[in-house]
């Protein structure tokens, strides 16, 4: 079975440029998730989806960040513009269900250095 | 609001020693409560997972924990380290209801001596 794929791996951007981010779930999982992950943290949460609405966006920083799930299936997010406390692996994440004891798969991540 | 508290940054053990990695979290009720690893350039992977029953909860890799109510904790052991054990561990939790979203500690990075 295929894991979660994302892409690009690395992106080196400068501050107030614009990014985005690709996300392809595990097939036929219905709940997507991206996470933020700045260096020597643990993950946070930024969105949520339920086939393409969204759960939970409440710590999405809505001025800059917006995340998008059309289909149902893959997801995008975007930045604009960047600034240079945005430098982080970015994380997506994907599970069957919206239920606590639904395992999450993570791809591999986007690593983006804001300069 | 829910917490996780991983305690120690950095752990550093010889091959073939034990291994305790400790999590406390802050929450008024039983939270879902999980472990994951992260190896350099690759996602986070399930190690255990506790929801309900038995406290001690058996995971991939030889890695148990257990899950003690009265001290808010969960701690992760395993008995013999190798060295192929050094990555970054999260401690994370999930509400029943509500924001079901993981909720992670700052992690603890494991560092295996020869």
């Known amino acids: 079975e295929a894991g979660v794929a994302q892409s690009p791996r690395y992106k080196i951007i400068e501050k107030r440029q614009s990014v985005a981010f690709w996300c392809n779930p595990i097939?036929?999982?219905?709940?997507l998730y991206w996470y933020q992950q700045i260096l020597g943290q643990g993950p946070k949460l930024l969105i949520q989806f339920q086939n393409n609405g969204v759960v939970d966006d409440s710590q999405l920083p809505k001025d800059r960040f917006s995340a998008e799930r059309l289909k149902g299936v893959d997801s995008t997010l975007k930045i604009q513009p960047a600034k240079l406390e945005d430098s982080a692996v970015y994380l997506c994440?994907?599970?069957?269900?919206?239920?606590?004891?639904?395992?999450?798969?993570f791809g591999p991540g986007t690593r983006l250095t804001v300069l | 609001a829910q917490s996780v508290t991983q305690p120690d940054i950095h752990i550093t053990v010889s091959e073939g020693a034990s291994l305790e990695l400790r999590c406390n979290y802050s929450y008024g009720a039983t939270p879902y409560l999980f472990w994951y690893v992260q190896s350099p350039g690759q996602g986070l992977q399930l190690l255990l997972k506790?929801?309900?029953?038995?406290?001690l909860v058996q995971g991939i890799k030889g890695f148990e924990a257990e899950f003690k109510r009265s001290q808010s904790s969960f701690n992760l052991r395993k008995p013999s380290v190798h060295w192929s054990d050094a990555a970054e561990y999260f401690c994370a939790v999930v509400m029943d209801t509500g924001r079901r979203a993981l909720t992670f500690g700052s992690g603890t990075r494991l560092q295996v001596q020869p």
């Open positions: 994440a994907s599970s069957p269900g919206t239920g606590a004891y639904n395992e999450q798969f």
């Open positions: 097939s036929g999982h219905a709940t």
């Open positions: 506790y929801f309900s029953g038995d406290t």
